[in-house]
T-cell receptor, first 111, second 112 residues
């Protein structure tokens, strides 16, 4: 079965600074990778996905992620964060039929 | 367009009582259906998933069970709730392995 490790449980950062949220996965089959965001008191929203092709994928709200097969990573980045990016971010891996999530990274953007 | 309905939104149940949470999807056929439990600091734990009527894959060998009596209906059940069953339960659907999940609004279960 697949598994996901999000290496940082909390990431505090100042507004307009760059941020990287790290995600590593393990799988014995080809995978599809996803990042979701959960704003306070809201449901989960898809940020971006990697299915195949270009290893750099762009998502909503200026986020992007890079798939690295050799390092089994799918890190999420944003060059300049806003206060409104404060949320919990989840990395997820899809194998055959299941979808597994990491424990989440709480991003806090400070003024 | 497709929609997913999950109810109830909140539920308070005593220890030892039964549980039934229901989820239905509209606007699509033969979806893959999922039940997750979300706990603070632990992300989303996959409990059950189903790729067709009557087909249930269990990830968590606890006192919870799931059933799919109809194509677009997914039910999470327990015969006797434990305190540890408290949490936020999410139902989700998608079309296949390369599709993103679409989540319901969740059920906040408190076992007292």
């Amino acid at each position: 079965a697949q598994s996901v490790t999000q290496l940082d449980s909390q990431v505090p950062v100042f507004e307009e600074a760059p941020v990287e949220l790290r995600c590593n996965y393990s799988s014995s089959v080809s995978v599809y990778l996803f990042w979701y965001v959960q704003y306070p008191n809201q449901g989960l929203q898809l940020l971006l996905k990697y299915l195949s092709g270009s290893t750099l994928v762009k998502g909503i709200n200026g986020f992007e992620a890079e798939f690295n097969k050799s390092q089994t990573s799918f890190h999420l980045r944003k060059p300049s964060v806003h206060i409104s990016d404060t949320a919990e971010y989840f990395c997820a891996v899809s194998g055959n039929n299941d979808m597994r999530f990491g424990a989440g990274t709480r991003l806090t953007v400070k003024p | 367009s497709q929609t997913i309905h999950q109810w109830p939104a909140t539920l308070v149940q005593p220890v030892g009582s039964p549980l039934s949470l229901e989820c239905t999807v509209e606007g699509t056929s033969n979806p893959n259906l999922y039940w997750y439990r979300q706990a603070a600091g632990r992300g989303l734990q996959l409990l059950f998933y189903s790729v067709g009527i009557g087909q249930i894959s269990s990830e968590v060998p606890q006192n919870l069970s799931a059933s799919r009596p109809q194509d677009r209906q997914f039910i999470l059940s327990s015969k006797k709730l434990l305190l540890s069953d408290s949490g936020f339960y999410l139902c989700a659907w998608r079309k296949g392995p390369n599709s993103p999940l679409h989540f319901g609004n969740g059920t906040r279960l408190t076992v007292t």
